[in-house]
């Protein structure tokens, strides 16, 4: 079986290059969605222990709006999309045009959840429909869960599987970068990649890349 601590610069470079074009189509489905332009990149893909993946979360205990995705099809998994408060506040002040908004406590802004929903499942399905293409492999998400809670709690549902048999996931980077006359402003988060463990072989065998060098 493929182990994902095995995976190379080689298949790194090639989720990367994915995670960009998938990247784009977000970034044409947002710019479509709010009437403004908008810019998403990949700056970087990388193989992350599940500890180093809590820390990326600021900690276990730390809060996180958290937008999940169970991946269903040839290579089911699961996807995270996770953004710090400060970054989910500043998404929002970016959306809504309140300059003042803030996650203080529930019961949260319909709006503001309604947002954060939105951008989640523009990522997964814009970052599956460019890995379907890839790969010929048929990848749907399911219908998006936002979570706003300790990254503990909220991530540790998609390891169950996976911790079976490895302590890796994939974590790839992305930014989202509005440009305004007077600035540019950009929101950082982190997309959580976790096939399930047979899901790896299927991936990287479907786009001819050796799995056993």
């Known amino acids: 079986m493929f182990s994902i601590e095995n995976i190379s610069s080689v298949h790194l470079d090639i989720l990367k290059e994915i995670g960009n074009i998938g990247a784009g189509h977000s970034a044409t489905a947002l710019s479509t969605l709010l009437g403004r332009k908008i810019e998403m990149k990949v700056p970087s893909v990388r193989v992350v222990t599940f500890d180093e993946m809590m820390e990326l979360a600021g900690g276990p205990d730390n809060v996180v709006a958290c937008v999940f995705s169970r991946i269903k099809g040839n290579a089911p998994g699961s996807m995270f999309f996770i953004l710090s408060m400060e970054q989910a506040n500043l998404f929002i002040r970016n959306i809504t045009g309140d300059s003042a908004f803030q996650f203080i406590k529930p019961p ?106």
């Open 108 to 213: 949260y802004p319909d709006i503001a959840l309604s947002a954060l929903e939105e951008i989640g499942n523009i990522l997964s399905s814009s970052y599956l429909t460019s890995l379907s293409n890839f790969t010929n492999l048929k990848l749907l998400p399911s219908v998006p869960a936002l979570s706003i809670e300790m990254a503990g709690a909220v991530i540790s549902y998609g390891l169950i599987e996976l911790s079976k048999v490895s302590d890796y996931a994939i974590v790839i980077d992305t930014a989202l970068i509005e440009e305004t006359a007077s600035n540019i402003n950009s929101v950082n988060g982190h997309v959580f990649l976790l096939p399930d463990p047979d899901s790896f072989e299927t991936i990287f065998s479907a786009l001819g890349v050796p799995v056993n060098d």
